[in-house]
């Protein structure tokens, strides 16, 4: 199966007039076709540890490797690129391009990587389709549901086959059956063999992982295995 995510004694503080430990010696490994939730309170360092396994931050101390490539030893416009061929995000807010279509904001990450437009636009449909809003595919994000708008942006996450996908609180914006269809979403593409990461505050969420950590004064104080069901 092997890893795709090794952090090891990952330290991040913030300095605004005081000093604040963010993380405090971070160790986690992510293997391949995991599905991981990460729990904590607010506050506790858990979204700090995403965007630091993700290089959306750069760490103080310490080393992150992602599908194999050490972090800290790229430059910004090298990590950008990094993360932009090996990884996708999905977010609270959905971050979708009003103006764009449902088929052209998940063909976007292909379109940049260089792909043809013909090209980067079938797959985006095919994506569209396995997310099962391939019939909504013209359509705008006004004109989508909170949980469509969402199954757009885990099909844009995934369009261009990254080694992982980082969630950060998928559901917050959703009602309840949406986030069950968005759950259950990430739960088939875990079982499907992709790596799926995930903050969440909702403990029965994180049970649909799985494996669950805990994050709390920026150490992992949990670690524990789940049986992923929906």
């Known amino acids: 199966m092997g890893t795709v995510v090794q952090a090891r004694g990952v330290h991040k503080s913030y300095r605004n007039g005081t000093e604040v430990a963010a993380l405090r010696g971070v160790d986690l490994d992510v293997a391949r076709g995991e599905m991981l939730a990460v729990v904590g309170a607010s506050g506790s360092g858990k979204t700090t540890l995403l965007n630091c396994l993700s290089g959306l931050e750069t760490i103080d101390a310490g080393s992150v490797r992602v599908d194999g490539v050490e972090l800290a030893a790229l430059d910004d416009d090298e990590r950008t690129d990094h993360r932009a061929r090996h990884m996708g995000f999905v977010f609270q807010a959905f971050n979708l391009l009003p103006v764009l279509t449902a088929v052209e904001n998940v063909e976007l990450p292909l379109l ?4 043809r437009p013909r ?39 995934l369009v261009h086959a990254p080694a992982v996908i980082w969630a950060d609180e998928p559901t917050g914006n959703l009602d309840s059956a949406s986030t069950s269809e968005v759950m259950g979403l990430l739960v088939d593409l875990a079982a499907a063999g992709h790596t799926v990461v995930f903050i969440t505050h909702d403990l029965g969420l994180a049970r649909t992982a799985t494996r669950s950590i805990e ?16």
């Open 215 to 230: 994050v709390r004064d920026g150490e992992i104080v949990v670690s524990g295995a789940r049986t992923m069901s929906t």
């Open 112 to 115: 940049n990587l260089g792909w």
């Open 119 to 157: 090209d980067a636009r079938a797959v985006a449909a095919s994506m569209l389709d396995r997310v099962g809003l391939g019939a909504r595919a013209q359509h705008h994000p006004r004109q989508l549901s909170g949980g469509e708008q969402q199954r757009v942006a885990v099909a844009r996450a």
